[in-house]
């Protein structure tokens, strides 16, 4: 059982380039219908990256927070539970302690933990610190994304139930830690691929990376954030 927050929030600006972002979040303070596109009245700006069945809700581990206020101290005022973007935040729940595909209960809905997120550039401007999402993704304090099996109203009093965790998948921080390896286990790296949770658009890029892996023998861990594109 964990104690929560919610978040939702429209488009907005960012406040040097004007580029459209969902990651200002206010708090939730009646029922919202949860469906498998994420809660209503939540929005985000770019789908390419944003949003969709297997990125329908981000929880953000309210103790990362301390970690980002030490290294950005110039930020701290603005390190607040919400800020991140997140839709649920939660200070009892890090990525070591859920399972890629645990189901857990919020409310009447049912959610099933499916990937890591991948930090944005967005992060750095929302913030005003160059490097935040480098560092975010480099200390894989990242949070995850739920995909949604069952909808239904959910409140912000409700809590997280552990429902089903499925013992033989790693754990969230296990699969990070493995993702980035410059020189994984091919095994480790199959078993990873194989889970039958894991969202597609990650399964697929793990299969490329096992590709490269066996042609070439030495593929650079990827890229564990979303930089800033050229052109808006």
């Known amino acids: 059982m964990a104690h929560i927050s919610l978040f939702i929030g429209g488009i907005r600006p960012l406040p040097e380039s004007g580029r459209p ?3 200002y979040k206010r708090p939730v303070v009646a029922p919202l219908h949860l469906g498998p596109h994420g809660f209503a009245g939540d929005e985000q700006a770019d789908r390419r990256v944003h949003g969709g069945p297997d990125k329908a809700v981000h929880l953000y581990p309210g103790a990362h927070y301390a970690a980002l206020a030490a290294r950005f101290p110039e930020a701290a005022g603005q390190l607040l539970p919400g800020s991140m973007g997140e839709n ?8 070591g302690d859920v399972r890629l595909g645990d189901v857990w209960r919020l409310g009447e809905a049912r959610l099933q933990v499916c990937q890591p997120r991948n930090p944005c550039w967005k992060i750095d401007e929302r913030f ?3 490097g935040m999402a480098a560092f975010i993704a480099e200390q894989r304090l990242t949070g995850w994304y739920w995909r949604v099996l069952t909808a239904g109203r959910v409140s912000p009093g409700d809590e997280l139930l552990l429902e089903h965790s499925p013992v033989e998948n790693p754990t969230l921080a296990e699969a990070m830690s ?6 994984p286990e091919l ?5 990873l691929a194989a889970v ?22 030495d593929a650079p861990a990827p890229t564990a954030f979303h930089v800033k594109p050229e052109q808006a």
């Open 187 to 191: 095994a480790e790296l199959e078993r």
């Open 196 to 217: 039958s949770a894991i969202a597609d658009n990650w399964r697929q890029k793990i299969l490329q990376r096992l590709t490269w892996l066996r042609r070439d023998g």
């Open 88 to 95: 649920i935040a939660c200070a009892e729940l890090v990525e």
């Open 128 to 130: 005003a610190c160059e």
């Open 21 to 23: 972002t969902g990651i």
């Open 178 to 183: 493995l993702w980035q390896t410059h020189r």
